[in-house]
């Protein structure tokens, strides 16, 4: 039962990291939007 | 294209729960391990993927290097064949096969050996010019994170089977760790440098970071080490049910790890297209500002 404990945080683990770095690519594609907005405007 | 990665998401999502389904409820439980065992299914998949990740940046930086001279260019394709066709006549011949570890079948070898060709002219083919740049560096990224899963969920699961968290000194473990820092110090040198041969150097890094990736791959054949002998293709046994297993898991984290890897892309060039327009801007100002000085200049006169 005690193994079981680090199954789920194997599978916890994967997913929390995964999550993450999805995290940064959205936050990081949204800024660009941003700049790129920003870009057409000053035209 | 837009429309399709939806799509390829939802089936993503749904082959990933699958494979979770199988990993937890439809494989047997292992005799030695328990329970515990059934990380195999999210860290070797999560290995496979970065090898794989890492190769491919190995290859688009070859390409990029060679791609700088046309002539470098020619000498690059004729050695890349000369490594496929070599190594799959040398996997045939009884004194290579000698030096094979046991239960390394040539064929594995001889079909790995002629990845390369094949990788090299496919990426050389679809990745033409700076695309073979923001292809390296989306695999490298990607190939960290994946990386970074292999070293979270390895001491995970070492803890109740070993009894300890990290084996210092064992070969398997310190050659991932060390493949690690090679792609994180890449990725930081992209990051932080802003000189012209930026690239160039990040491409030459990655050359010799991927001659880490067999050394990782082969430390369990070649050496004995704390870490377990290869169960597939290496004279171990894996149940049936859990190789189908693990093979359906792998699959889900490539369809995943290619999504990812195609959104990273997009952000790539979204990133290299606001740096021309900066670009741009700055030269039609320096443009405009240099014209308005020109008539005081001369009034000044």
Redesign the interface.
């Known amino acids: 039962m005690?193994?079981?404990k680090?199954?789920f945080?194997?599978?916890i683990?994967?997913w929390v990291?995964?999550g993450v770095?999805?995290a940064s690519?959205a936050r990081?594609?949204s800024r660009?939007?941003q700049?790129?907005k920003e870009?057409g405007k000053?035209k | 294209m837009k429309r399709l990665f939806p799509i390829l998401s939802v089936l993503t999502a749904i082959l990933l729960a699958y494979a979770l389904y199988l990993a937890l409820v439809v494989a047997p439980t292992d005799a030695e391990q328990g329970d515990v065992y059934r990380i195999i299914y999210y860290h070797v998949p999560s290995a496979w993927t970065a090898f794989l990740l890492f190769f491919m940046n190995f290859i688009a930086s070859i390409q990029y290097l060679a791609s700088r001279k046309p002539s470098t260019k020619t000498a690059a394709k004729w050695i890349v064949i000369a490594i496929g066709v070599g190594g799959v006549i040398a996997c045939f011949l009884p004194q290579v096969q000698q030096l094979l570890p046991t239960g390394m079948r040539p064929s594995a070898v001889a079909t790995t050996v002629l990845a390369i060709p094949a990788f090299y002219f496919l990426v050389g083919k679809f990745f033409p010019g700076e695309l073979l740049d923001v292809l390296a560096v989306t695999t490298a990224e990607v190939g960290v994170v994946f990386c970074t899963i292999v070293l979270v969920t390895g001491p995970i699961w070492a803890r109740p089977v070993w009894g300890i968290w990290w084996a210092p000194g064992d070969i398997r473990l310190t050659s991932t760790l060390v493949l690690w820092l090679i792609y994180v110090s890449y990725l930081v040198l992209r990051r932080f440098s802003n000189s012209a041969q930026t690239q160039m150097l990040a491409a030459a890094l990655a050359v010799f970071g991927a001659l880490d990736v067999p050394l990782v791959y082969f430390s369990i054949w070649f050496f004995r080490t704390q870490h377990p002998q290869p169960v597939i293709g290496g004279g171990g046994s894996m149940d049936p049910r859990m190789l189908h297993v693990l093979l359906i898991s792998w699959m889900a984290f490539l369809c995943f790890a290619f999504l990812v890897c195609w959104s990273r892309f997009r952000l790539e060039l979204l990133h290299r297209e606001i740096e021309e327009e900066h670009a741009m801007e700055s030269l039609v100002g320096a443009r405009m500002a240099a014209k308005a000085s020109l008539p005081l200049s001369r009034s000044s006169r």
């Open positions: 005690n193994a079981i680090f199954l945080a194997a599978y683990a994967t990291i995964h770095y999805l690519l990081r594609f660009l939007r700049q790129l870009l000053g």
